[in-house]
């Protein structure tokens, strides 16, 4: 079963962002209080937890947050979703919007391991339907609704 397993935000883009255990979400804005949240397509940043744990098996020591993400989910294999389709959580509807990202200057992160997995691995959405989200939610995929 896929479930959120982190929540973060910051209030300054470019930073690290710091756990909490819940959010309030606005439609076609984002996460209240957080930098990256606007009328913009990348409202909502996503790592699969998976991702993460192989670059921690690698030896990255990387928390929840180091790469500027808002949630990480566990449990879904993004690689069989696209763009526009929906994530359903909480009676929350995310449209993804975007896969990877071109990053522009070496993070930290990179510049201590020589990769970083945001630029590939890293997923993009919009705020369809807002209310809250909590650590330990389910997620649903579009096939399952």
Known sequence: MARIESICTSKAKGTAKVQCTQVEVIPHHGIVGDAHAGDWHRQISILPLEHIDDFNAKG??????????????????????????????????????QFGKQCHTRCQIFERMGDCIMPRHGIFAKVIVGGALCVGDTVVEPAFV
């Open 60 to 97: 990255a020591s990387v928390h929840f947050g180091d790469f500027g993400e808002n949630l990480v989910i566990s449990g879904i294999d993004f690689s069989e979703l696209r763009v526009g389709d929906r994530l359903f959580c909480n009676g929350v509807v995310l449209e993804l919007t």
